[in-house]
């Protein structure tokens, strides 16, 4: 393996013609220039340059390293660029797994704080639930993931992911316009006992028939669905009612449906996942400062 430095010395060595002009040139001692040489020729095994007078004459080697030099040399200083780019944010990529509902609530502002502030990176995104999503971050297929987890039912996190909780999410009932409980601010599940129910994606509904057991009922799940648009549709077509949590009903699509807050209480926690190492990447410290604040602003809304 030939050092870069060694390989600047020696184009400067030819384009000059001579070590002391070569040392002129790069602000370094004869000397200098002559220990650089003796270095790289030990490291290709053979001479480079031969003495003829007072003069240099590059060896069969050295005329197959010059050919090469040009390209390495560029080479070099394109990976420099773009590594400096990475560094200072000009450029780079970061993938970013989330659950549907954070991905429709909370990526688009920190998408949109990242785009005005640093334009060249750019984000790749997967939709994934937990425990799924955090073995995507642990084994590197992402960089920063959203999940969550409810009380009782924590989900286990690999030891090497660092975890930033990003907000708390209130569960509500989607109810029909005209369900006699949508005039209340707030229902008690107890209340909706006998209604027949939507159910979601599977921590969700574990923790919705949990919910419902502490309340002593059993409900009646007429279907159950991971696509919280096809669940508001359900509940606007009289299906059924639907818990669902609060970041839902910001893309609350249909005038039909309501969301209310259920009683007694039941809040969500929603965090981001990162490899400890990744936190030294530009790109995805840059991503989970973006999410952490827009998880932020949500809360102060």
């Given at each position: 393996?030939?050092?870069?430095?060694?390989?600047?010395?020696?184009?400067?060595?030819?384009?000059?013609?001579?070590?002391?002009?070569?040392?002129?040139?790069?602000?370094?001692?004869?000397?200098?220039?002559?220990?650089?040489?003796?270095?790289?020729?030990?490291?290709?095994?053979?001479?480079?340059?031969?003495?003829?007078?007072?003069g240099l004459r590059l060896t069969e080697a050295g005329q197959a390293l010059t050919r090469h030099t040009g390209a390495i040399l560029?080479?070099?200083?394109?990976?420099?660029?773009?590594?400096?780019?990475?560094?200072?944010?000009?450029?780079?990529?970061?993938r970013v797994c989330a659950f549907p509902s954070a991905g429709a609530t909370i990526l688009p502002d920190a998408m949109a704080r990242?785009?005005?502030?640093?334009?060249?990176?750019?984000?790749?995104?997967?939709?994934?639930?937990?425990?799924?999503?955090?073995?995507?971050?642990?084994?590197?297929?992402?960089?920063?993931?959203?999940?969550?987890?409810?009380?009782?039912?924590?989900?286990?996190?690999?030891?090497?992911?660092?975890?930033?909780?990003?907000?708390?999410?209130?569960?509500?009932?989607?109810?029909?316009?005209?369900?006699?409980?949508?005039?209340?601010?707030?229902?008690?599940?107890?209340?909706?006992?006998?209604?027949?129910?939507?159910?979601?994606?599977?921590?969700?509904?574990?923790?919705?028939?949990?919910?419902?057991?502490?309340?002593?009922?059993?409900?009646?799940?007429?279907?159950?669905?991971?696509?919280?648009?096809?669940?508001?549709?359900?509940?606007?077509?009289?299906?059924?009612?639907?818990?669902?949590?609060?970041?839902?009903?910001?893309?609350?699509?249909?005038?039909?449906?309501?969301?209310?807050?259920?009683?007694?209480?039941?809040?969500?926690?929603?965090?981001?996942?990162?490899?400890?190492?990744?936190?030294?990447?530009?790109?995805?410290?840059?991503?989970?400062?973006?999410?952490?604040?827009?998880?932020?602003?949500?809360?102060?809304?």
């Open positions: 393996m030939f050092d870069s430095r060694y390989i600047k010395t020696f184009h400067e060595v030819v384009r000059t013609g001579s070590y002391t002009a070569a040392a002129r040139s790069l602000g370094y001692t004869q000397p200098a220039v002559s220990q650089q040489m003796k270095a790289l020729e030990r490291d290709v095994g053979t001479a480079l340059f031969t003495r003829v007078g007072r560029d080479s070099l200083a394109a990976a420099q660029q773009q590594i400096d780019a990475i560094a200072r944010l000009r450029s780079g990529r970061v990242m785009a005005a502030e640093h334009p060249g990176i750019r984000v790749e995104l997967v939709e994934s639930e937990p425990p799924d999503s955090l073995r995507m971050v642990a084994r590197g297929e992402c960089d920063v993931t959203l999940a969550f987890s409810y009380p009782g039912l924590r989900v286990d996190v690999p030891d090497e992911l660092e975890e930033f909780k990003l907000l708390e999410d209130p569960l509500t009932v989607l109810l029909p316009t005209g369900h006699p409980l949508a005039r209340r601010k707030a229902v008690h599940l107890a209340d909706l006992a006998h209604e027949r129910w939507i159910a979601g994606c599977g921590r969700c509904r574990a923790n919705f028939l949990h919910a419902c057991a502490e309340e002593g009922f059993t409900p009646d799940v007429a279907c159950t669905t991971d696509d919280n648009l096809v669940m508001q549709s359900l509940v606007a077509a009289g299906v059924g009612i639907a818990m669902v949590p609060s970041l839902v009903l910001s893309f609350l699509c249909h005038a039909k449906v309501t969301g209310r807050i259920v009683e007694p209480h039941t809040r969500r926690q929603v965090y981001a996942y990162v490899l400890r190492d990744h936190l030294r990447i530009p790109a995805t410290s840059l991503a989970l400062d973006a999410i952490v604040a827009a998880a932020e602003a949500k809360v102060g809304c």
